[in-house]
Nanobody, 121 residues
């Protein structure tokens, strides 16, 4: 029932911008708590980029602080990542993350399929 659909990835020049989006498609059936973006570069571990709570409190990795902005639209069950001032080291596969619950169920964690972001050097 719960699926995450990512979009907005691609290639951008250094100093450019991209905006990623991720929509949870069950509507209001799934009650969402936290929403986040992770990324993984080849040969490296997955790392948290940004997280936003149901109350709207956001945290960022030091490497993206001041350049990236995470936001959410609860009416659309969608999380966004605005990426400005892109650097080659931002190149990675970006994964959307959502946790929450269905009625009478324990908390669930869901991941998007990943979208490639490439910033040539």
């Amino acid at each position: 029932q719960v699926q995450l659909v990512e979009s907005g990835g691609g290639s951008a020049p250094a100093g450019g911008s991209l905006r990623l989006s991720c929509a949870e498609t069950s509507g209001n059936i799934f009650v969402i708590d936290d929403m986040a973006w992770y990324r993984q570069a080849p040969g490296k571990e997955r790392e948290l980029v940004a997280l936003i709570t149901s109350g709207g409190s956001a945290t960022y990795a030091d490497s993206v602080k001041g350049r990236f902005t995470i936001s959410r639209d609860d009416a659309k069950s969608t999380v966004y990542l605005q990426m400005n001032g892109l650097k080659p080291e931002d190149t990675a596969v970006y994964y959307c993350y959502v946790d929450g619950y269905l009625t009478y169920n324990d908390k669930e964690k869901h991941w998007g399929q990943g979208t490639q972001v490439t910033v040539p050097s």
